[in-house]
């Protein structure tokens, strides 16, 4: 069975940091790009960043460069996203997806989907 699990998500005020993650199962981590996106209330899901596992290159959309890491640790199967200097416009649902397509993420091509983890930045 195909499972992607986000953790890390929670309350934290303007400023701070969290480390969001999204383990994998029932599939090649390694055969796969992963993204993550987010969700804010009343707004369409958009790309947050992107890292293509065999060759470790990384996107990032331009409102969290800077402030947002992705990362990847294939003897977990875990994808992280560390997100610092966090802002109030950070606030979402974040999912992580994978695509078995090498080197991008397309939010309606992606193949698997985790359930979401809420970040919540209050100001």
């Known amino acids: 069975e195909v499972q992607l699990v986000e953790s890390g998500g929670g309350l934290v005020q303007a400023g701070g940091s969290l480390r969001l993650s999204c383990t994998a199962s029932g599939f090649t981590f390694d055969d796969y790009t992963w993204g993550w996106f987010r969700q804010a209330p009343g707004k369409e899901r958009e790309e947050v960043s992107c890292?293509?596992?065999?060759?470790?290159?990384?996107y990032y959309t331009d409102s969290v460069k800077g402030r947002f890491t992705i990362s990847s640790d294939n003897a977990k199967n875990t994808v992280y996203l560390q997100m610092n200097s966090l802002k109030p416009e950070d606030t979402a649902v974040y999912y992580c997806?994978?695509?078995?397509?090498?080197?991008?993420?397309?939010?309606?091509?992606?193949?698997?989907w985790g359930k979401g983890t809420l970040v919540t930045v209050s100001s």
């Open positions: 890292i293509e596992i065999s060759d470790g290159s990384r």
């Open positions: 997806a994978a695509i078995s397509w090498p080197g991008i993420c397309l939010e309606n091509g992606m193949d698997y």
